[in-house]
């Protein structure tokens, strides 16, 4: 069957080149704290908030990286909305901004998995897909 309702458009994030700036000299300097002050200074940036999750994650503290994930998840439905997103339709992972939230949905998803969330992850996972599949096969393949 074929739906013949109009998807909804594309939700695009604001830019923020101060928080970029600042994430990018995080990342040069490689450490948990300077990715912690990133998220300190800039609580409502959910890329700041992925990046701690992903760390986390990888160093294999993964409540701490769920805990990122979540809040940096939150963060991001909450600049979503307020972009002109109803609860649906497409969030492109081309949209450099974007990719902040979609990564923290990720780390979320595998996360939740990891703790034993099934239904969590499944959510999550089938979230991420639903806002741009490639996010989810670009993030399942690093």
């Not at 409540?63 to 649906?88: E, P």
Request: aromatic content about 10%.
């Amino acid at each position: 069957m074929q739906n013949l309702l109009p998807e909804p458009p594309a939700t695009l994030l604001p830019a923020h080149d101060e928080a970029d700036a600042v994430l990018a000299a995080a990342e040069e300097a490689g450490t948990d704290e300077a990715f912690t002050q990133v998220a300190a200074r800039f609580p409502t940036y959910s890329a700041a908030w992925a990046a701690l999750a992903a760390r986390a994650f990888a160093q294999g503290q993964v409540v701490t990286g769920y805990a990122y994930a979540r809040t940096g998840y939150h963060r991001g439905l909450d600049q979503l909305r307020r972009s002109g997103w109803k609860g649906h339709g497409p969030v492109p992972w081309s949209h450099e901004p974007n990719r902040g939230f979609l990564r923290c949905l990720y780390v979320l998803s595998r996360a939740a998995d990891e703790i034993g969330e099934a239904d969590e992850a499944a959510r999550c996972a089938q979230f991420l897909r639903d806002c741009d599949p490639s996010a989810a096969d670009a993030l399942a393949s690093n």
